[in-house]
């Protein structure tokens, strides 16, 4: 469904991602995971087409993405949860989640939509009319998933969505993010919550330095010496 | 009482006229962050619009809104479009100010080049006719004025709030990465924005036209005045720079009365500093949106 082959992307003269490939079937829950700095939002950026690759390319169903517009990467039903919540602040968690909904075959269903998002996050109910900017961090973060499901996409990427979060949030958020993987959509996750993130997920590939060093089945991953040296500290 | 009564309305209809070039400037930088310093010229390019097309082809000045609002809309889109978006990316946000600043100098000078430096009047079809409104007395257009100022703040707001795009502009302005990451195309917006801001100050023109002569110099006088009121509101708020209008226009026929025409003026951005000074902010300012940034 996803694919990234080869790329080498940065910021201006500055390279963050060296020969970056990997691929995501539909269905699939794939993680990502490395130190902080590893370049893994950058994968993500890449993909949601923020940042263009130098070399290499994305490809979307067949298709490449890589020189779209980020609203085209949208449209395309690649939705990117960002890193630190970015709601609307603003704006009632309705409008948010309205919002959400702006990408073109979302808008016409986004009444039932909400419903159904709101099925899955029921303490968002009762916030609708409060301002984004008066919830807890751990709502926000709900807010902000649901926000993402709101766009109906058929591919649905998590950057760090238990940072900054307690312990007992953390849960919470993976416990959403597992229910959303098990209706069956297409998921790529982010984190730094090593652990975590490798139960909730099929297969992962870990980025160190720009660089893929591993990839293999998430149950594997955990099993793996440099791994469990390097991330999961046993 | 029977004066100072009609001091009071003076300053009114004088703060519905400010309100209505106000909106536009504020609606600009709350959503584009750039500082229009060309708003004035689009004021005074609506101006001979409204000029030229009642002189031209006869019509009632307010008719001549149906033909000055679009053209000044895509003159707005144009302006975001070719001359502040290659900007957007510049190493320094205030190249864009300098950009209108040029923009205004170049304006102000094509219409002399045009014109000349004669005021030109627009017939004003009876609109400078006194009409009583118990015991004070205005002009007809000034009345039409204020009463097109409250019905566009509450269209803008109303837009704003419950429309689709509406809600895309203020997302864009409050969280610009988020909102391109909802689908939002912010360039897009950027350019209708402007667009919009553009027409609003448009619209004022076939109305303002028939009561004041048009000059090259026209539109200096009204913006700087609009600059203040946008900071006595609040940066990009709407609400805010109709409630500072008003107060605006108060201050300047209160002064003008009792301090003395010569020293309205002086009142005026004295007042200005003072807010600079205690609350920048604005009478309705929220947090000056951090998100501007990139991504």
């Given amino acids: 469904m996803l694919e990234v082959r080869n790329v080498d992307a940065g910021y201006g003269s500055t390279v963050i991602l060296q020969d970056v490939s990997l691929r995501v079937e539909e269905g699939e829950v794939v993680t990502i995971v490395g130190a902080n700095g590893a370049g893994k939002t950058t994968t993500l950026r890449t993909v949601s087409g923020l940042v263009t690759p130098k070399t290499g390319g994305v490809f979307f169903e067949g298709e490449e993405i890589s020189k779209l517009q980020p609203h085209d990467v949208v449209d395309r039903g690649i939705t990117l949860i960002p890193e630190g919540r970015q709601l609307f602040p603003d704006m009632s968690v309705r409008e948010n989640l309205l919002m959400g909904a702006h990408r073109r075959d979302a808008r016409g269903v986004r009444s039932e939509t909400l419903e159904e998002v709101l099925g899955l996050f029921p303490r968002l109910g009762e916030r609708l009319d409060q301002h984004a900017s008066s919830l807890s961090g751990g709502e926000q973060q709900m807010v902000a998933i649901a926000r993402g499901m709101m766009a109906r996409p058929r591919l649905l990427m998590f950057d760090e969505p238990s940072l900054g979060l307690a312990p007992i949030i953390v849960e919470q958020v993976f416990d959403v993010i597992s229910k959303v993987a098990a209706s069956g959509m297409t998921v790529l996750i982010v984190e730094q919550n090593v652990w975590h993130t490798l139960k909730a997920a099929d297969r992962g590939y870990v980025l160190e330095n720009g660089e893929m060093v591993l990839d293999d089945a998430a149950d594997a991953l955990i099993e793996n010496d440099h791994v469990r040296q390097a991330y999961l500290g046993i | 009482m029977q004066t100072f009564l009609q001091i009071i309305a003076n300053g009114l209809m004088l703060g519905g006229l ?219 708020s709407i609400p805010g720079a109709f409630f500072g209008a008003l107060i605006i226009g108060l201050v300047d026929a209160l002064s003008g009365f009792y301090i003395g025409s010569d020293l309205r003026e002086a009142v005026v951005f004295g007042i200005f500093l003072v807010i600079l000074i205690l609350k920048p902010s604005g009478l309705f300012g929220t947090r000056v949106s951090q998100s501007h940034v990139s991504p």
């Fill in chain 2, 18 to 236: 400010f309100a209505i070039i106000a909106v536009g400037l504020t609606l600009i930088f709350g959503i584009v962050k750039v500082v229009n310093f060309a708003h004035g010229e689009f004021l005074m390019v609506g101006m001979y619009l409204t000029y030229l097309l009642t002189t031209g082809i006869g019509v009632h000045p307010y008719a001549t809104a149906a033909a000055v609002v679009p053209i000044l809309f895509v003159f707005g889109a144009v302006t975001q479009r070719l001359l502040i978006q290659p900007l957007m990316h510049a190493r320094d946000e205030h190249i864009q100010i300098f950009a209108t600043v040029g923009l205004s100098t170049a304006l102000m000078n094509l219409a002399l080049l045009i014109f000349g430096a004669d005021i030109a009047n627009t017939p004003n079809h009876g609109l400078r006719s006194q009409i009583h409104l118990g015991p004070v007395r205005i002009l007809e257009g000034q009345l039409w004025i204020f009463l097109a100022a409250i019905l566009l703040v509450t269209g803008l707001q109303l837009f704003l709030a419950r429309t689709n795009t509406g809600r895309a502009i203020r997302a864009t302005a409050q969280n610009r990465a988020a909102a391109r990451l909802m689908g939002i195309n912010d360039r897009f917006i950027y350019v209708l924005t402007f667009g919009i801001g553009a027409a609003c100050v448009g619209f004022g023109s076939a109305l303002i036209a028939p009561l004041y002569p048009t000059s090259p110099t026209i539109g200096t006088y009204f913006v700087l005045i609009a600059f203040v009121i946008v900071v006595l509101g609040g940066l990009g």
